[in-house]
């Protein structure tokens, strides 16, 4: 059974670095790309980028570049996304996604991770 | 950037047809891809590739792509399909979302 299980809640505050997570299981991690998408509060799916944990083949969305890192460990399947200094509108709801080979579209998401910046 | 429109609501009655549209230019030379996603859960995808259904979506979910309009449908529409709907396309574009309400 393929499984993206995603680390805990966070509250933070602004200014403070965090790095969240995205535990891939059931196939072969290496051969599909992860996905990291965002909903803000109400709102809709935003994209921020992907990534290829076979060769760590990285693209971000433009309104993501510079703001975010993503990065992945294929030896413990695990993808990243990462913030140097957190605002609090980054304050969302975080899901990792699969996405097969050459297809552009989400099989399996993760189950999300909230994010809470406030001071 | 690649920009994709959607209505922000459509309404149908239990047994009805729903359609869910998604502008774009030219958007009928595009993989469109469509998610479903009920409050306090995660998205689920219920059509690939413009029609294609993954496994275990209903077969009263169905999709389209012409011209600068792609459409999502739902046949005999029941209570559990209301949710938020996101149509996406390759370039990591999501469409604002419609919220589909079951009178």
């Known amino acids: 059974e393929v499984q993206l299980v995603q680390s805990g809640a966070e509250v933070k505050k602004p200014g403070e670095s965090l790095k969240i997570s995205c535990k891939g299981s059931g196939y072969s991690f290496t051969s599909y790309w992860i996905g990291w998408v965002r909903q803000m509060p109400g709102k809709g799916l935003e994209w921020m980028g992907i990534?290829?944990?076979?060769?760590?083949?990285?693209r971000y969305s433009p309104s993501f570049q510079g703001q975010v890192t993503i990065s992945a460990d294929k030896s413990i399947s695990t993808a990243y996304l990462q913030w140097s200094s957190l605002k609090a509108s980054d304050t969302a709801m975080y899901y990792c996604a699969r996405l097969p080979p050459d297809s552009g579209f989400i099989d399996y998401w993760g189950q999300g991770t909230l994010v809470t910046v406030s001071s | 950037s690649y920009v994709l429109t959607q209505p922000p609501s459509v309404s149908v009655a239990p047994g009805k047809t729903a359609r869910i549209t998604c502008g774009g230019n030219n958007i009928g030379s595009k993989s469109v891809h469509w998610y479903q996603q009920k409050p306090g859960q995660a998205p689920v995808l219920v059509i690939y590739y413009d029609s294609d259904r993954p496994s275990g979506i209903p077969e009263r979910f169905s999709g389209s792509n012409s011209g600068n309009t792609a459409t999502l449908t739902i046949s005999r529409v029941e209570a559990g399909d209301e949710a938020d709907y996101y149509c996406?396309?390759?370039?990591?574009?999501f469409g604002g979302g419609t919220k589909l309400t079951v009178l």
């Open positions: 996406q396309v390759w370039e990591g574009v």
């Open positions: 990534i290829y944990p076979g060769d760590s083949d990285t």
